[in-house]
């Protein structure tokens, strides 16, 4: 936990360059120091100032006088059979998150799926994280961490290094938006990990206004969207975010986020037996893709403890993914990975 010395000193990672530069040109240093600092920040993940060697004795002292830094701690890795990797990772002030590395070597991608809040406020009723309280947005830096050290992992286990971030794990990204975009220019930028932002994914359950918004600034990232129901009685029995923004604000918003930046939407959609699984729940799904060019993700349900809910066989699986390609729609069906470890969509919960 931070001491209430360091409480009051300022985390030198929610500076810009330009900020940075101003203060240590007030100290009397040279303008070329902030961007060697930057560099440590940024580019080489330091995580502690004594770490930034190229910086003389004296101005390490005095950026441990004046700042702090709050990097992520590893605290748990987990390996899956098949290849998975499920971190959870310590915050400074002691709260717990999760990020997996999920590998398909035969296709030479490597995507990480990070978290942008500690815990979730939407209550999805099929998810292990939205039955977690949310206690606070991550901070763009924290996000920035996951990719950073989730990265060394992958060198260092796979030799090569991540090709894909999503926004997919513990939280909704459109509810942390300031320090999620904050996250994707850091993770962007020729001073950070310099990735293109189509390999970025942002995924949400439908925050209607911030959709608008994420095309307003121009991140040129990917949206995904969990839909998961494709009429409005069932989404607001599992999803209950669907109240306040049902499928036709939500749709709006989505014919306005193409319309911004050309980018196909990702629907996300978990089958569940009974439920939703249906030709009849897929060609409400088919009518809501031909409003926005977009493609679907069938996903299989990952169960989680005390829910009513059952994977749908492989037969409807496939009778729902055929309806929808035999009209044009662009599908996938993803298996899910690291199940064996609780790393799988929808499964991030801290569990011991």
Known sequence: MPTDTATKLTDIRTLSLEEL???????????FRA????????????????????LSLDLREKLKETYQLLPITEDKVQRSSDGTIKNRFRLHDG?????????????????????????????????????????????AAEIYDQVFLVNEQCLETYGKPLTNIVYMGMGEPLLAYKEVVGS???????????????????????????????ADDDTKVNLAVSLHAADDVKRNEIMPINE???????????????????????????????????????????????????????????PIDNAPFRKSTEHNIDDFA??????????TVRRSRGKDIDAACGQLANKE
């Open 21 to 31: 530069t101003s203060r240590l040109i007030l100290t009397g240093e040279k303008k």
């Open 35 to 54: 961007k060697q600092v930057y560099q440590w920040l940024w580019e080489k993940g330091a995580r502690r100032f004594d770490d930034m060697t190229n």
């Open 95 to 139: 709260h717990l998150i999760e990020s997996v590395l999920i590998p398909v070597v035969a296709d030479d991608r490597f995507t990480v799926c990070v978290s942008s809040q500690v815990g979730c406020s939407l209550t999805c009723t099929f998810c292990a994280t939205g039955r977690m309280k949310r206690l606070r947005n991550l901070t």
């Open 184 to 214: 994707i220019d850091r993770i962007t930028s020729h001073t950070g990990l310099h990735m293109a932002p189509r390999r970025l994914t942002v995924s949400t359950a439908g925050i209607a206004k911030m959709i608008r918004k994420l």
């Open 244 to 302: 306040s923004n049902n499928l036709e604000v939500l749709v709006d918003s989505l014919v306005y986020f193409y319309g911004k930046t050309k980018k196909r939407i990702g629907f996300e959609y978990i089958t569940f037996q009974d439920f939703n699984d249906t030709l009849e729940d897929a060609e409400k799904l088919y009518q809501i893709c031909k409003k926005v060019p977009s493609m679907v993700n069938i996903i299989e349900y990952n």
């Open 322 to 331: 055929t309806y929808l390609r035999d009209r044009g729609v662009m599908v």
